[in-house]
């Protein structure tokens, strides 16, 4: 009887443990971000804390474009950067340069190495007769996604909002 009641204990203590580690729907990664990039970017939106001007002036006139392979030096500055998926968020028109890029990788990739290609790639003097200082283009990530922000005036607010995003 001993025995039964010792391997009963076992087992429980076993079972709770596990309960303990498990992580919910299989999520091996509490704090990475899930959904569409267009729900990412519009959270990142809705929660910055943007100068009234910027929210005059560009977040009418913002589109979003779908980054193709085709597209990727245009706006991550180098050909050939694999990714899962990708989107920009511009301005149609407006007197100053902007941009925010939301990038999701491949699974296993290396997210550092593919940070680094972009901020020593990217370029900050893309646009016509504009540009941002290169001080001032923000590149980071949460697990998969990889932000790249350039902005002279709004790259603070924006990514603090995006890093807001992880708790």
């Known amino acids: 009887m001993k025995k039964l009641f010792l391997i009963f204990l076992t087992l429980a203590l076993i079972l709770s443990f596990a309960a303990c580690q498990s992580n919910p729907a299989g999520n091996d990664q509490p704090n990475a971000l899930t959904g569409s990039l ?3 970017l519009g959270e990142i939106y809705e929660t910055a804390e943007l100068s009234d001007s910027f ?3 560009i977040m009418d006139g ?9 597209r990727c030096e245009y706006y991550l500055g180098k050909a050939g950067i694999e990714f899962e998926e990708a989107i ?3 301005p ?3 007197p100053s ?3 925010l890029d939301l990038v999701r990788v491949k699974e296993g990739a290396d997210v550092e190495a593919i940070k ?3 901020k020593e790639n990217v370029n900050p003097m893309k646009w016509i007769c504009v540009g941002i200082d290169p001080e001032n283009v923000i590149v980071d990530n949460i697990d998969d996604v990889i932000i790249v922000i ?4 709004e790259g603070k607010a924006l990514h603090d909002a995006f890093l807001a995003l992880k708790e």
Do not use: F, G, H, P
């Open 62 to 70: 913002l589109q979003t474009t779908v980054i193709t392979a085709e």
């Open 150 to 153: 350039l902005s002279d005036n």
């Open 88 to 90: 920009a968020s511009e």
């Open 55 to 57: 929210k005059e002036y």
């Open 92 to 94: 149609i028109m407006m």
């Open 116 to 118: 680094n290609e972009i």
């Open 38 to 40: 267009e729900d990412i």
């Open 97 to 99: 340069a902007y941009e």
